[in-house]
């Protein structure tokens, strides 16, 4: 099982990024994938979840109505549009995949985690 998040750099306050997250290795339509965040010194936050079988999804209070997860289960991508980009956003992304099917961002729920990549949102 692999997972290989891409995407992170540096963007002005206001800006957007599309991160992606590139699975394999498993039946990705069994399980959920989701979006995590980790900025320093804080703890790891979940963000948004989708399940990749019916495409149902979930997003924290933190970031619903700027980020938007999606999938495209033939190519196995799972990706984040981040919009409206603020320097609270600054922090390394995650995607990981969920045991199983769920919208839950719950962390100890997840058991794969890509390697992150980083969002610096600066002016």
């Known amino acids: 099982v692999q997972l290989q998040a891409s995407g992170g750099g540096l963007v002005h306050p206001g800006g957007s990024l599309r991160l992606s997250c590139e699975a394999s290795g498993f039946t990705l339509i069994y399980h959920a994938v989701g979006w995590f965040r980790q900025a320093p010194g804080k703890e790891r936050e979940g963000l948004s979840c989708?399940?990749?079988?019916?495409?149902?999804?979930y997003y924290s209070d933190s970031v619903k109505g700027r980020f938007t997860i999606s999938r495209d289960k033939d190519k196995k991508m799972v990706y984040l549009d981040l919009n409206g980009l603020k320097p609270e956003d600054t922090a390394v992304y995650y995607c990981?995949?969920?045991?199983?099917?769920?919208?839950?961002?719950?962390?100890?729920?997840?058991?794969?985690w890509g390697q992150g990549t980083l969002v610096t949102v600066s002016s």
């Open positions: 990981a995949r969920r045991w199983m099917t769920g919208l839950s961002t719950t962390v100890w729920e997840y058991d794969y």
């Open positions: 989708i399940n990749i079988g019916d495409g149902s999804t």
